[in-house]
């Protein structure tokens, strides 16, 4: 079982994905208001004026952009550390691109088994680096 070290750094690396999928989230949200509002101006006629203070979602999606771009140069600066070209491009595709371990070993053509080895050997060296 792996210990609270471990459980750690993979939560730290997924980071990244869960803040891609609330930008997602953020960016639908604000083509959705753009929506409305060009509803609510058809609706209503072009001398009713929608307000900059209809524009809740730009935003937070504009501040959150900031924060996932600090997250992923963070990520990407974690990954450099293992300076290892198998274990890097292991973790890109892991904890940038978010293929799972059986899509990596297809795409680098090796062992599901082996994939998880260096996995974990990776995330071991990233213990050691104190990232966390």
């Not at 260096?118 to 050691?128: A, P, S, T």
Request: aromatic share 10%; charged share 35%; glycine share 2%.
């Amino acid at each position: 079982m792996p210990d609270e070290k471990y459980l750690s750094i993979k939560a730290w690396l997924n980071r990244l994905y869960h803040a891609e999928k609330k930008l997602e989230a953020l960016e639908q949200l604000y083509r959705s208001d753009e929506k409305r509002k060009k509803h609510i101006s058809e609706v209503c006629g072009a001398e009713t004026e929608i307000t900059q203070e209809t524009d809740f979602s730009l935003p937070k999606y504009r501040k959150y952009l900031s924060e996932y771009s600090r997250i992923r140069t963070e990520t990407e600066n974690a990954i450099e550390l293992l300076d290892n070209e198998i274990l890097e491009a292991i973790f890109i595709y892991r904890y940038i691109e978010g293929f799972t371990l059986e899509q990596i070993a297809e795409k680098m053509n090796y062992s599901v088994i082996t994939i998880k080895r260096r996995h974990k050997e990776g995330v071991q060296k990233l213990i050691h680096c104190d990232i966390v």
